[in-house]
């Protein structure tokens, strides 16, 4: 092995592998390993929402406080940004939360299986593929434990798979995709204001004080068909000595 | 269970070990057929949509799952964000904000598919190694990826075909090792951390044992409830056939007469459908009407639409119809009550006492596990001399195997509850580096392809516009 390569070791192995060994030896770890054995629903989604909380949580805010410090985005620009950043978070949080509890849910997701694809795997769709494979001549005479167990097992890889595909569906993409951005966009306008609810008015210096005249907008003014005349951008009842 | 199951019956059928030892340690398994053949007849059997599902779930692994986020964040949010009919803010300063999403989306592929991705299968490496602490120990069962992985580490000139060959002969011995080591030394070996092969600790190894023994005291309970709904439905159904015995008895037997007939299977359906219909319109029964979907019923919804699968289904069907009428017989000639409650229990007696029995057997068995006065092979040996000669799998166990299967079961969903966590401390971990990433990216990205949206336009358009902007004082002039 060359040097990088032990180097690269050495350092897996004390950054990343003796941390992870270390975290499975907790002690705590034995009691949230014992909750997952008895397959606690209630702990489950609590860990499970928990999760999400500090993760876009903690995100929301580095991104809110980066967006809000970087001088690359353009100033009028970036309290929008950041504010857009703000609502899509908290939005985020509540949104997921609400699928965990909803179509991600593993009891939603079971009774929407059931009646979607339920009448596959009931009683009498079970005996009737039963009497099929009995009929086959190497199932002649397989015992009706282990046909039960092969029923079940497509009934779970196809649960999973449903189970997968609506999350990816419902939540990944409508929920997080669609109704959060939705939602949060115009919430941003508020949340923009709200921000800027204790911005000082700013002190007009002697130096920099804007003495354009901004009645007209400078493009238009600036348009070629009036470029040549300037003399003519106030009306004439205005008062002025032009 | 399945997964051991599958595993020593495909031992069987590959010929990964000697005849003589395959009979030593798999007794109640080798007449049986495979599972994983019986899978893939079932599986074509089962219509489409189901066929499709089972397709996007072998498809659907971790990257596309990272891959379908992205391309939804990237293409789908911008969407409502730009064109949102409900934001009151500037259309630039809305597209400016859009363009984030797609930037986050590819650094999010990149971030994800670079540290979340290999985070897990390093967790799982280091599972099967044997590195993580005991709970996740996988090193006796380990996954056919990590097999794999050795052996080509082993060959690395070894072709797909014999890749394949020497991972079947591995998984055999695998097996082979934890129903010997179980057996015989009454433990689990595993590898620890440092490569050396060591026992399973007393304690955890006596907890699998108890877990294992619940878990099927668990699976006697569910049996015992399964069976408590089957009485009250033979109850209710046994009630109606002795009250309405004409009625049912009449619908039976032109059905009967019906299926009788050398029609095919879809005439069958469409009469047996009809006859629902009009039992329906004319308020029948409910106990009725749902006899005669259950005949129905035994045409379940196949791609297979062969004489062969057809005349299965005819013969299934006729044979339940046949069935009814012996219980329409039967209930016919009781007289109260009382006496159909009666013949109910008379006929499923004998499976509630199965199922008392065994629970009692077990629960006793949980007690010497307890007490520390038992070996894995002598909780076989008890089974065998209780139950050795009962054909039902319920009472008959092979007690390793189920070990072996909640070992493997206790490992998955140890090791759920620790990604779960390690997850959410990487993910807290990595956080800043992929928010500065994007708010260092996302800039730049935007002067270089938008400058109208950003700065550099912005200057230089502000400061053209200064310059040709009139000032008050000219105009006053």
Redesign the interface.
């Known amino acids: 092995m060359s040097a990088i390569g032990r180097y690269t070791e050495k350092a897996l192995d004390v950054l990343i592998k003796k941390p992870l060994k270390s975290l499975s030896e907790l002690k705590p770890m034995d009691y949230v390993c014992k909750k997952y054995r008895a397959n606690k629903r209630n702990f489950i989604s609590g860990l499970g929402i928990a999760s999400i909380v500090i993760k876009d949580g903690l995100g929301c805010y580095f991104y809110v406080n980066q967006s809000m410090h970087n001088e690359k985005i353009p100033e009028d620009k970036r309290k929008f940004v950041a504010a857009l950043d703000l609502a899509n978070g908290g939005l985020m949080i509540a949104m997921q939360i609400l699928m965990f509890k909803t179509v991600s849910n593993k009891i939603v997701q079971s009774k929407m299986f059931e009646k979607m694809f339920g009448k596959h795997f009931d009683r009498a769709a079970r005996k009737g593929y039963q009497s099929i494979i009995k009929g086959r001549e190497r199932f002649r005479t397989l015992p009706e434990d282990q046909f039960k167990k092969g029923m079940d097992g497509i009934k779970e890889t196809t649960f999973d798979a449903f189970a997968n595909i609506t999350s990816l569906i419902a939540a990944t993409t409508v929920g997080k995709r669609v109704i959060v951005p939705f939602i949060a966009t115009p919430l941003a306008d508020k949340t923009k204001a709200w921000m800027s609810r204790n911005d000082k008015p700013v002190q007009i210096n002697k130096d920099t004080e804007n003495n354009y005249s901004t009645e007209k907008p400078a493009a238009e003014i600036c348009k070629p068909q009036k470029q040549n005349i300037i003399t003519n951008i106030y009306p004439k009842n205005s008062g002025l000595k032009i | ?2 997964k051991v ?1 599958e595993k020593i019956n495909s031992q069987a059928s590959c010929g990964g070990i000697p005849v003589s030892k395959k009979q030593a340690y798999q007794p109640s398994f080798s ?3 495979n ?1 994983k ?3 893939k ?3 074509a ?3 489409s ?2 066929k499709l ?2 397709k ?2 072998k498809n ?1 692994g971790e990257i596309q ?1 990272i891959v ?2 992205a391309l ?2 990237g293409l ?3 969407i ?2 730009k064109w ?1 009919p ?4 500037d259309e ?3 597209t ?2 859009a363009w ?2 797609p930037i986050s989306a590819v650094l999010a592929v990149v971030t994800q598919a670079g540290i979340t991705a290999p985070f897990n299968t ?2 799982n490496n ?1 599972a099967n190694s044997g ?3 005991e ?2 120990n996988k090193s006796a069962i380990r996954d056919d990826n990590y097999i794999e992985k050795l052996i080509k580490k082993e060959s690395p000139n070894i072709t797909k075909e014999q890749l394949k060959k020497k991972l079947i002969t591995k998984k055999a011995e695998q097996t082979q090792d934890i129903l010997t080591s179980l057996r015989s030394k009454n433990t689990i070996m595993l590898k620890n ?1 440092k490569g050396e092969t060591v026992p399973m600790s007393k304690s955890e190894y006596k907890n699998l044992l108890i ?1 294992t023994v619940e878990g099927i005291i668990s699976d006697l309970e569910e049996t015992k409830k399964e069976l408590e709904t089957k009485s009250k439905r033979r109850k209710a159904r046994g009630e109606y056939l002795r009250t309405h015995n004409k009625e049912a008895k009449k619908v039976l037997e032109e059905i009967n007469e019906e299926l009788q007939k050398p029609n095919s299977l879809k005439e069958f359906k469409s009469y047996l459908s009809k006859k629902i219909k009009n039992l329906r319109s004319s308020k029948a029964n409910p106990e009725l009407i749902q006899m005669v ?2 005949v ?7 791609r ?1 639409h062969d004489k ?2 057809d ?3 005819i ?2 069907m006729r ?2 119809v046949t069935k009814m009428l012996g219980h329409t017989e039967r209930y016919g000639n009781t007289k109260t009550a009382k006496e159909v409650i009666e013949a109910v229990n008379n006929s499923i007696k004998g499976q509630f006492d199965a199922v008392k029995e065994s629970k009692e057997f077990f629960d006793s068995i949980k007690k010497a596990i307890n007490e520390n006065s038992i070996t894995l092979a002598e909780i076989e040996k008890r089974i065998a001399d209780k139950f050795g000669a009962s054909k039902n ?2 009472l008959n166990k092979n007690f390793a195997v189920e070990v072996v299967e909640k070992l493997k ?2 490992i998955t ?2 090791l ?3 990604k ?6 990487v ?2 971990a990595i ?2 580096f992929t ?2 990433l ?2 260092w990216v ?3 990205f935007m ?1 270089a392809v938008f400058p109208n949206l ?2 550099k336009k ?1 200057d230089n358009e502000a400061s053209a ?2 310059a ?6 000219e ?2 002039q």
């Open positions: 269970m399945m199951v007449a049986k057929a599972p053949d019986l899978q007849e079932l599986h059997l089962m219509p949509s189901l599902m089972n996007l779930a659907m799952n379908f986020n939804a964040t789908v949010a911008p409502f964000i949102n409900l934001s009151k803010t630039d300063t809305r400016y904000s984030r999403q390093l967790i280091m590195y993580l602490g709970k996740y951390y877990e979907k259950e129905a019923g035994r045409a379940p919804a196949t297979q062969a699968t005349n299965a289904i013969k299934a044979g339940k799998e319920l079961k206790n969903n140890n759920k509850g620790f779960q966590i390690a997850g959410v401390i993910s807290c956080l800043p928010c500065a994007l708010n996302y800039p730049i002067d950003s700065n912005h516009l200064v040709k902007a009139p000032k008050k004082v105009v006053k």
